[in-house]
């Protein structure tokens, strides 16, 4: 199984990207796929999770309005919308899959793969 992330950059406050996983060697759409983050000197940090069936999504807080899941099964990706992005939104964004309960899906030693990471800095 391999998750190849895209789309990290440097971007203004305020500013919007879309980060990319795509997925390859897995049955994807059976799978629950996650964002998590981590920033220098900081634990890996849930960022959000979509369920396979894609009508549920999942996410901390600190994002909840700014940020969007959504995932393509045909094209086994999926995205992370980012939009009105603050200076405590950098890290290194990864994202994971697994099959797992509901109760477990902020917790990132539950998932069984993970991308490589995409930095995203936001800055002036």
Do not use: H
Not at 30 to 36: G, K
Not at 78 to 101: H, W
């Amino acid at each position: 199984v391999q998750l190849v992330e895209s789309g990290g950059g440097l971007v203004q406050p305020g500013g919007s990207l879309r980060l990319s996983c795509a997925a390859s060697g897995s049955n994807f759409r059976s799978y629950t796929m996650a964002w998590f983050r981590q920033a220098p000197g900081n634990e890996r940090e849930f960022v959000g999770a979509i369920r396979s069936s894609s009508s549920n999504t999942y996410s901390t807080d600190s994002v909840k309005g700014r940020f969007t899941m959504s995932r393509d099964n045909a094209e086994n990706t999926v995205y992370l919308q980012m939009n009105s992005l603050k200076p405590e939104d950098t890290a290194v964004y990864y994202c994971a899959e697994g099959r797992l309960i509901l109760s477990a899906i902020s917790q990132s030693s539950m998932y069984y793969y993970w991308g490589q990471g995409t930095q995203v800095t936001v800055s002036p």
